[in-house]
């Protein structure tokens, strides 16, 4: 229920997702629902997540404002997912919020979706100042905040992590999403088979070894596949956020983004932290994976560090990157 505290709505439709999350100034999560785009086969086609964004978009609404225990007019501020992401599914979600602000006559933001992790990320877990993997189908960066800015230490120059997991799913003949099949079947593997570990000074590449495990698909096992896979991309990105924390001398490492609820991924970065001396933060698993819940709060941290925006300036941005930010709310 709301109780006097201003109260942000959040859209998150960049990718598989459309998620709808209301949440107040403490931080109270009055409503995290969201419905996700999945395949029995295939990945994702943009203009088929955009039909399902809209199919599904009324009944996610309700229901987040029925679990709130607010009415529309109650919102305060309207806040959705400006990019990065896909272009057909950002606009569903950019013009259902726009649409609501605009008719309630409410301030209405476009906010950074890597940013909207971080964010909520750090808050949950109680974090202060990490080092940020992002790990996720359409992103994989190590990012930490400097001056006013959270700036992009390294990152892939191709294909994000979760992207890599499930295009080899596909290779398998496993749904999309692949990559929680395949990261229990990392931990069934015996065999580390060689494949290519690249990384170019601070930044990943990812299709090469892509490439390369999927010509090995017919003679080598499933699960020793899936663990050489794993383990080689893992240890990339361990590499890379090793040599920042010792750039930048921070003393967090939190984990975020839907491949953040691997437990390969958590169980790597564990002891690399352990050995040295780094706290370790995982982002819980609701919030981790696309939510709407992230975009209301950064939503209200925009909103109340005084960010205005016109309409014209909520155009989505497919290519909205993380350091192009300026961070005008305290962190
Ligand atoms: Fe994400």
């Known amino acids: 229920m709301k109780g006097g505290k201003l109260v942000c709505l959040g859209i998150e439709s960049t990718a598989h997702t459309f998620g709808a999350g209301i949440v107040d100034e403490k931080c109270n999560i009055l409503a995290n629902e969201k419905h996700s785009y999945t395949t029995e086969s295939g990945g994702m086609i943009p203009r088929e997540i955009a039909d399902h964004h809209l199919q599904w978009a009324e009944s996610v609404l309700k229901n987040a404002l ?9 919102i305060d501020v309207f806040a959705f997912a400006q990019g990065p992401g896909m272009g057909p599914a950002l606009k569903v979600g950019a013009v259902a919020t726009r649409t609501l602000a605009l008719l309630h006559n409410k301030p209405l933001l476009g906010v950074n979706h890597p940013v909207a992790h971080i964010e909520i990320g750090k808050k949950l877990c109680g974090s202060r100042d990490p080092l940020v993997v992002y790990a996720s189908g359409g992103n994989s960066q190590i990012i930490g905040y400097e001056s006013n800015c959270y700036r992009v230490f390294g990152e892939t120059l191709d294909i994000g992590i979760g992207n890599l997991f499930d295009s080899f799913g596909r290779e398998l003949g496993i749904g999309f999403p692949a990559g929680p099949k395949i990261d229990e079947m990392y931990f069934l593997g015996k065999t580390l088979i060689e494949l290519p570990y690249t990384v170019k000074g601070m930044d990943l590449v990812f299709s090469g070894l892509l490439t390369v495990a999927s010509k090995k698909a017919k003679s080598h096992s499933k699960e020793d596949l899936c663990y050489s896979l794993m383990h ?12 920042a924390l010792a750039h930048t001398g ?6 975020t983004g839907g491949v953040a609820c691997s437990k390969a991924l958590q169980k790597m970065f564990q002891e690399m932290c352990d050995a040295r001396g780094v706290k370790l933060f995982v982002t819980p698993p609701a919030v981790a994976i696309d939510n709407g819940l992230m975009i ?13 925006m016109s309409v014209s300036e909520t155009r989505v941005n497919q290519k909205f990157r993380t350091d192009h930010v300026k961070v005008t709310w305290k962190v």
């Open 232 to 243: 080689t991309s893992i240890a990339m990105l361990c590499e890379v956020t090793e040599r």
């Open 296 to 308: 209301a709060w950064l939503g209200l941290l925009m909103h109340k560090s005084g960010v205005k």
């Open 66 to 74: 029925q679990k709130a225990g607010v009415g529309i007019k109650d």
């Open 250 to 255: 921070k003393k967090e490492v939190l984990l």
